[in-house]
């Protein structure tokens, strides 16, 4: 029995292995894209090409060099790197042969450039059978440990001067040498001791941190650029300075801040990082701010955030006259070009480009990804603007920018805060917009806008033509910009729910069918390809107005303009006799009628003043309030009172009842009105 037992409970128990460990004949591979199959290596690069839009070159033995940037995806990446410059080689024999890596970056000495080389060599052996862009995507993601790891050592060529010439006995003259640096005795390091608080101290500090803390995430908690590290030290925070145009060129694309608040704090003064901006044209305003922090202590964090959006063009001012270096480096680029100007004319050889003049461009105008940027520090040297400004022959227009593969022209629609996980690009398939009317400032709506096809329409109040036309762009997460809208006779007002195509960020598969979403909504799916998931976000739409405007023609012409009736009425004040008439006692409006556009207080008013029919009233103007609006049965929509004398009383109004005396009802008082004795005999 006892043994029957025991085989019982084995068979039960290899039952149950054999249950819950699948088969690995029913195992499902991973799908992969028919382009893939075909070419992984040309399908490999297309996914970087559309993910980073690197420089592409041909090298020796058909070796394929991609040069991008890659930014740290970290918030919270502790080193000062605002971009790796990545050199991806790859071989023709790919993917049986591996890629190899090269680090560009000239602010990144040379040991830690080996540690993310030989980083990258490692996850290639790791990752089998990986994309390009998923080892480029494991390489952002282990960036902060191959920097963490000890420098390699690397050799340091030193020239040495032979000095065995001078002097007839071969040896320089004691007067004229230099004491060595082993002669030179070193600068003793004098110990500064640590500041030591009380218990009381840390407390009252702890306390005042946690109550301005929470002052700081009520009041900018709901901002879409707001950010807090897990450790509740770092504050990503948006910032609008106050006098902007006044910043220098370096601190102008500046939208954000890292407010550093220590755990000590205020014992332990804050700090600020600026985003957006290089670290060298900010290091001396972000100095700046922490010593006046030091010196105010008794500022709460949020008067410490207020004071930095009123004063950064004056702490950048007083930091610029700190650096005297970079102000005389700014006077040589300012003259260089002024001398080689005069040491031509001088020649007698006449400037071929005199008659270009750079036009200043807004700073914003300006902002591109970066993956187009030239990597020379000469670059104000050439002909156009370095700081993004278009150059105009005079007579001419615009010449096109080379930074940009569309022209600058019409309204451009932005998504500044976007969020894209798992999201490579993101299309505009099919727009909406609403567009005010130029002539009546009135907004219609226009939806199902196809790209690069015109649509024209007309004003539904004052039937003026109108056509727009949509240049979209693909949204990624170098890009923030849609696309471009072409108006005639309308401007943008705002965005409508539209049809938005994602590429899966895994697979680099567009969605076979869109996703409907507007400002303010969250989309989340998966792909059709790969099963991965991915979420899209609009917190927020920008339109900004480029000239020299549209590129469509106009409209149609739109025909003499009707002269605006003067009615002499003020919004929350009646109308004469409250809209009543001698026709109509009981009625409380005023009717606009389409046929002439002219408000008369009904049909029949309308009919004695003018000499053509009536046609259907679609607005009219309460008699209670004198605002105009759409037309309703019963009541206004702004001071909700009844247009109809008693609500639900009027027998006719609307439609309700019948005239026909023969259809009426015997006890209705309406059928023997104004009826004599034997004609009210006849009708029973």
Same mark, same amino acid.
């Given at each position: ?5 025991? =085989?019982?409970? =084995?068979?039960?128990?290899?039952? &149950? ?30 996914? @970087? ?20 940037? /890659?930014? *740290?995806?970290?918030?919270?990446? +502790? ?21 190899? @890596?090269?680090? /560009? ?27 390009? /862009? ?20 690397? $050799? ?17 003259? @004691?007067?004229? /040498? ?55 030290? $770092? ?7 106050? %006098? ?43 100095g700046l701010f922490s010593e006046r922090a030091v010196a105010q202590k008794q500022m709460t964090l949020m008067s410490h955030i207020n004071s930095l959006a009123q004063n950064l063009h004056t702490l950048a001012r007083q930091a610029q006259a700190r650096t005297p270096a970079a102000t005389l480096?700014?006077?040589?680029r300012e003259e260089k070009p002024a001398q080689e100007e005069n040491s031509i004319d001088s020649g007698g050889v006449k400037d071929a480009k005199s008659h270009i003049k750079v036009i200043p461009r807004p700073p914003e105008w300006g902002h591109t990804d970066g993956s187009d940027e030239s990597d020379e520090d000469d670059s104000y040297e050439s002909d156009e603007s370095d700081d993004g400004g278009v150059a105009l022959e005079e007579g001419g227009t615009e010449a096109p920018t080379a930074s940009s593969s569309r *022209? ?19 299309? $505009?398939?099919?727009?909406? @917009?609403?567009?005010?009317? !130029? ?11 196809? +790209? ?28 923030? &910009? ?95 006799? %409250? ?19 002219? $408000? ?42 009844? !247009? ?10 609307? =439609?309700? =009842?019948? %005239?026909? %005396? ?23």
């Amino acid at each position: 029995m006892i043994s029957s037992t025991k =085989g019982g409970e =084995g068979a039960s128990i290899g039952h &149950r292995q054999a249950v819950t460990s699948p088969s690995p004949s029913r195992v499902v591979p991973k799908p992969l894209p028919q382009s893939q199959v075909k070419d992984a290596r040309g399908y490999q690069i297309e996914q @970087l090409k559309r993910r980073f839009s690197p420089k592409e070159s041909i090298l020796d033995n058909a070796t394929t060099s991609l040069v991008f940037k /890659l930014a *740290p995806s970290d918030p919270d990446f +502790p080193f000062e790197l605002a971009h790796l410059e990545c050199d991806v080689r790859v071989p023709a024999s790919y993917p049986r042969a591996p890629p190899t @890596l090269r680090v /560009l970056n000239k602010d990144v000495p040379r040991g830690f450039g080996i540690n993310i080389e030989k980083g990258w060599d490692k996850l290639v052996q790791e990752k089998k059978g990986a994309t390009l /862009l998923a080892l480029t995507n494991a390489l952002d993601r282990n960036l902060e440990s191959f920097l963490s790891e000890q420098k390699t050592e690397t $050799v340091k060529v030193t020239i040495f001067k032979d000095t065995r010439h001078v002097g007839a006995s071969g040896k320089e003259p @004691l007067s004229d /040498l230099a004491p060595t640096a082993a002669a030179v005795p070193s600068a003793e390091r004098r110990y500064v001791p640590e500041e030591s608080y009380s218990k009381d101290d840390i407390a009252a500090a702890k306390a005042r941190r946690a109550q301005e803390v929470r002052q700081l995430e009520a009041r900018m908690g709901r901002d879409p650029l707001y950010h807090r590290s897990s450790d509740g030290i $770092v504050y990503t925070l948006p910032i609008e300075p106050k %006098r902007r145009s006044e910043l220098p060129v370096g601190l102008q694309t500046v939208r954000s801040f890292q407010l550093i608040v220590p755990l000590l704090y205020p014992l332990q003064a804050i700090h600020i990082l600026l985003n957006d901006v290089d670290s060298q044209d900010a290091e001396g305003t972000e100095g700046l701010f922490s010593e006046r922090a030091v010196a105010q202590k008794q500022m709460t964090l949020m008067s410490h955030i207020n004071s930095l959006a009123q004063n950064l063009h004056t702490l950048a001012r007083q930091a610029q006259a700190r650096t005297p270096a970079a102000t005389l480096l700014e006077a040589s680029r300012e003259e260089k070009p002024a001398q080689e100007e005069n040491s031509i004319d001088s020649g007698g050889v006449k400037d071929a480009k005199s008659h270009i003049k750079v036009i200043p461009r807004p700073p914003e105008w300006g902002h591109t990804d970066g993956s187009d940027e030239s990597d020379e520090d000469d670059s104000y040297e050439s002909d156009e603007s370095d700081d993004g400004g278009v150059a105009l022959e005079e007579g001419g227009t615009e010449a096109p920018t080379a930074s940009s593969s569309r *022209p600058e022209r019409g309204t451009a629609i932005s998504f500044p805060s976007v969020q894209l996980h798992g999201v490579e690009l993101l299309e $505009v398939s099919l727009l909406s @917009l609403s567009i005010k009317c !130029v002539r009546c400032k009135t907004i219609n709506e226009l939806t199902h806008l196809q +790209p690069n096809l015109e649509k024209a329409s007309s004003c539904r109040k004052c039937a003026t033509p109108f056509a727009v036309r949509f240049r979209p762009e693909p949204v990624h997460a170098h890009s923030v &910009r849609a696309g471009f809208v072409d108006a005639a006779g309308c401007t943008v007002a705002d965005l409508l729910p539209s049809t938005f195509v994602p590429t899966c960020g895994r697979c680099s598969t567009p969605t076979a069918t869109g996703f409907v979403s507007v400002r303010g909504e969250t989309t989340t799916n998966v792909c059709r390809e790969c099963h991965a998931r991915f979420t899209f976000a609009l917190p927020e739409v920008r339109f900004l107005a480029y000239a020299p405007g549209s590129a469509l023609a106009a409209a149609g012409p739109a025909g003499p303009r009707r002269r605006q009736e003067k009615l002499g009425l003020h919004a929350g004040e009646p109308l004469p006799d %409250r809209g009543a008439c001698r026709h109509y006692k009981r009625s409380h409006r005023w009717f606009r009628f389409t046929c002439c556009a002219k $408000v008369y207080a009904c049909d029949r008013c309308h009919d004695e003043g003018e000499a053509h029919g009536n046609e259907w009233a679609n607005r009219m103007i309460c008699g209670w309030c004198s605002r105009e609006q759409n037309y309703a049965v019963e009541s206004c929509q702004f001071c909700g009172r009844s !247009v109809i004398g008693r609500r639900g009383n009027g027998y006719w109004e609307g =439609g309700k =009842g019948t %005239r026909n %005396r023969v259809l009426m009802r015997r006890g209705d008082k309406r059928k023997h009105r104004r009826v004599g004795p034997s004609e009210a005999k006849k009708t029973e």
